[in-house]
């Protein structure tokens, strides 16, 4: 059995999807792009789609990796525009490379957050930031399907830096084709499960006033059981220094990877690329047409 590995963005009101929302619509532009994707044994057959590390629900995302069992071999680059051309907007392929020795879930144990905080002032943000990184512990609590939980949100934390402010908007804050009608006249929202007709507008950083505040931090986190997630980090940053956002924070996921012997994160995909000698597909913004 053949496997590949891909990674893909959660972008615009696709970041409002669960993750069963997008593993169904993965698993429908898989059969629509016709890929011959292998299916496990037994009475109920399902296809062998392995998902590592899924943002959570509300948050962004520029990493995410599923891991492809396939019934034949297939040309990563082929496969991943044929995919790219199906899937509903909000979901862009990224990168797809053959899958070499070892597990992919080795590969990652540390995601990079962007946070960005509307209506917080920079310098009230920085001053949070230095009372979290003085604190030795800071644990909050957040309800899990288990009950509450109580989490250690400085022990997961590697790194936070305030980001300087920028001038130019993420993509994932650009208005977008994500919210403008799919290729069937349909809401991007009805394909993933997102809102309706009649639904309020969705309410983030293009919306805002050009030049109001808007505090930005970096957070380099490690995952934990359970994960420590970008609404943990706010939480903290509340507990330690009575920071409260006026609105919801966006957060998005700009890398995956494993914690490098300098802090840095390496590419998870890189070790299959050096042993398949294939380049990474170019990566495509917000905005951009879609090939056809």
Do not use: Y
């Not at 590419?267 to 042993?275: G, Q, S």
């Amino acid at each position: 059995m053949a496997k590949v590995r891909m990674r893909f963005a959660k972008r615009g009101r696709a970041r409002f999807s669960s993750h069963r929302d997008v593993a169904r619509a993965m698993e429908w532009a898989l059969r629509r792009a016709g890929v011959p994707v292998s299916l496990s044994h037994g009475f109920s057959p399902h296809p062998r789609l392995s998902w590592i590390g899924a943002a959570p629900t509300g948050a962004a995302s520029e990493a995410e990796f599923v891991e492809i069992g396939l019934t034949r071999d297939l040309e990563p680059s082929t496969l991943a525009r044929e995919v790219d051309a199906v899937l509903p907007e909000g979901l862009s392929v990224l990168d797809v490379v053959r899958a070499g020795p070892g597990a992919l879930a080795d590969r990652i144990d540390t995601s990079v957050w962007r946070i960005a905080m509307p209506g917080v002032e920079p310098q009230a943000l920085v001053e949070a930031v230095a009372a979290l990184e003085a604190a030795p512990v800071v644990e909050v609590e957040r309800m899990t399907k288990n009950g509450p939980r109580t989490l250690d949100v400085r022990a997961a934390l590697v790194r936070v830096d305030v980001m300087p402010p920028l001038d130019d908007r993420h993509p994932n804050d650009a208005r977008s084709a994500d919210d403008a009608s799919g290729d069937d006249g349909r809401p991007a929202g009805d394909l993933l499960g997102g809102a309706s007709d009649g639904a309020p507008e969705v309410s983030d950083l293009r919306d805002r006033p050009h030049g109001s505040a808007c505090g930005t931090l970096s957070a380099v986190v490690r995952h934990t059981t359970p994960a420590v997630r970008p609404d943990d980090v706010v939480s903290a940053l509340r507990t330690v220094a009575g920071l409260e956002p006026p609105v919801p924070v966006l957060a998005t996921r700009t890398a995956q990877g494993r914690l490098g012997a300098s802090a840095e994160l390496l590419d998870p995909l890189e070790e299959d690329r050096a042993t398949t000698g294939r380049e990474p597909h170019p990566e495509r913004h917000v905005g951009e047409d879609r090939p056809v």
